[in-house]
């Protein structure tokens, strides 16, 4: 049978004639356990999905519903869109996603008529502020790593954009000093070379020389040497937020990636270099990571209307960050000589 790619037709287990071939627990476990090993989602992706589905079949028992597959109609999925007041749109979105695509893949096997979920409508976004690290509390952030090991993971999440789960699993061999970039396995399994920029570099070969000599090729390591375990990376964003005095700023490991895309996005760098940088291949989600200053914009404006304090601007905005590359330098050789 042939495969369109993105929604590849997978293999049913088991016979399609058994006497429970239509039960909702165990087509979604399969389908689960395929998308996995096939690497049409990440672990992260799956096991949300597993979460999501096991709500779905739950308040489907609730309500004392069939847990056939064939049963489930479009009015069911709304009401367990509507169950929950306290699901953020952007949960609700994933969690119809999650039935969405299980839906489709029953489809394609003939195990359904119809996608239950396709005439459901999706929750508005409303627009809210992100939180993103600026230079400044990145620095803050930086001056508070104890040693090598904590300023190349903090300067990797910072300069080089990583998700979390990619650093985690990032190998010795990933690490190619010799072509300044880093190889990256991030979402389904995909590919990527990320550049590593020249102020990054000094902190990976730092790290290289301190990391101790260990059974395993990860390249980052818990304090001991092991591997890093699940939530080692996040306990310490979390800390350096903390000792840094950055705890009402309500920021998240994940606002170092947006922090990194908007200092890209305010140096002058193409949007869709920004999200070739961060591994995006939707223009409109890297679009969600960039905030835009307004003196950013105000500059745009000003070069297209050919403003006549243009070149001024540019002269001041130049001095005022070397200006802060020589402090945030001095400071920095003031910590490591500390």
Known sequence: M???GKHAR???LGPAD????GDLEQLQTAWLELIGEAGRAAATTVRCYETDLRQFRDFLAERGHSTNVADVEPSDVA???DSNLDWKPSTVKRKLAALARFFDWALEHGLVQSNPVAPIGRPESHAEETRFVTPEDALAMLLQCRDDRERAIFMTFWRAGLRYQELQHLKVEDVDLSRNEIRVEGKGGHIARVP????????????????????????FTTRTGRPMYNKCARRLLTRLIKHAGLEHKGYTPHSLRHGCATVLYEAGVYLGTVAQFLRHRDMSTVGRYVHASTGRIRREIEDKLGSQDADALTALNTAQTESLIERIAERVALKLRG
Do not use: K, N
């Open 2 to 4: 042939p495969t369109d």
């Open 196 to 219: 590593i920029l020249s102020d990054l570099r000094p902190y990976l070969v730092r790290w290289m020389e301190a990391r101790p000599g260990v059974g395993h090729d990860y390249f």
């Open 79 to 81: 009401a367990f869109r």
């Open 18 to 21: 058994h006497a429970s071939a």
């Open 10 to 12: 997978l293999e049913l």
